[in-house]
Nanobody, 118 residues
Framework: QVQLVESGGGLVQPGGSLRLSCAAS????????MGWYRQAPGKQRELVAR??????NYADSVKGRFTISGDNAKNTVDLQMNGLKPEDTAVYYC?????????????WGQGTQVTVSS
């Protein structure tokens, strides 16, 4: 049974920084990919950043400002968010994906609120 728990959200001014953390109940090495998604009111959930053993990728809107990283010893995946903008305001969700022999496993955390405002 997989559990993902996010933390680190809060209220910051434009240009500020936050570091989000996703703690997994098991080894993050068991997943094919982990990532951060976000959802603003009235909008679809969108991919912000994703990490695999071999690569990372980012939404164009956050490229150069956000960095995703994994800590195998702590079973955590973090998202460092710098140069925050009001349009970054959303609930941020941790996600983990595994696909084996045609069976897809897709797990989500409960979300953490990020608000960027003066």
């Amino acid at each position: 049974q997989v559990q993902l728990v996010e933390s680190g959200g809060g209220l910051v001014q434009p240009g500020g920084s936050l570091r989000l953390s996703c703690a997994a109940s098991g080894s993050i090495l068991s997943f094919d990919a982990m990532g951060w998604y976000r959802q603003a009111p009235g909008k679809q959930r969108e991919l912000v950043a994703r990490i695999t053993r071999g690569s990372t990728n980012y939404a164009d809107s956050v490229k150069g400002r956000f960095t995703i990283s994994g800590d195998n010893a702590k079973n955590t995946v973090d998202l460092q968010m710098n140069g925050l903008k009001p349009e970054d305001t959303a609930v941020y969700y941790c996600n983990a994906k595994t696909r084996r022999l045609g069976t897809l496993y897709d797990y989500w955390g409960q979300g953490t609120q990020v608000t960027v405002s003066s």
